[in-house]
Nanobody, 114 residues
């Protein structure tokens, strides 16, 4: 069974930075696209950023220019560098990868205070 484990969340003041990590229990070389999603109470889970095998990236308009997604296939890991954080970035952040079915991590809480 594949497992995804997120880490790096926490509490930070507006304007600060956090780096999230997602470690997969199996090889991620076969995963064409993987990404970070987030969900706040009362809101739908939304895509934050995705990255493909060739390094192509997509970002939600709300985080473009502030967040950077990356992957290290040798370490079976994916990362999200978050800079210039805003209170509206507060959410549980989830790692997502697909091996024929979608798999999700348990989530890591990011709280940005104003």
């Amino acid at each position: 069974q594949v497992q995804l484990v997120e880490s790096g969340g926490g509490l930070v003041q507006a304007g600060g930075s956090l780096r999230l990590s997602c470690e997969a229990s199996i090889s991620i070389f076969r995963v064409n696209v993987m990404g970070w999603y987030r969900q706040a109470p009362g809101k739908q889970r939304e895509m934050v950023a995705t990255i493909g095998r060739g390094g192509s990236t997509n970002y939600a308009d709300s985080v473009k220019g502030r967040f950077t997604i990356s992957r290290d296939d040798a370490k079976n890991s994916m990362y999200l560098q978050m800079n210039s954080l805003k209170p509206e970035d507060t959410a549980v952040y989830y790692c997502n990868m697909n091996w024929g079915r979608n798999f999700w991590g348990q989530g890591t809480q990011v709280t940005v205070s104003s």
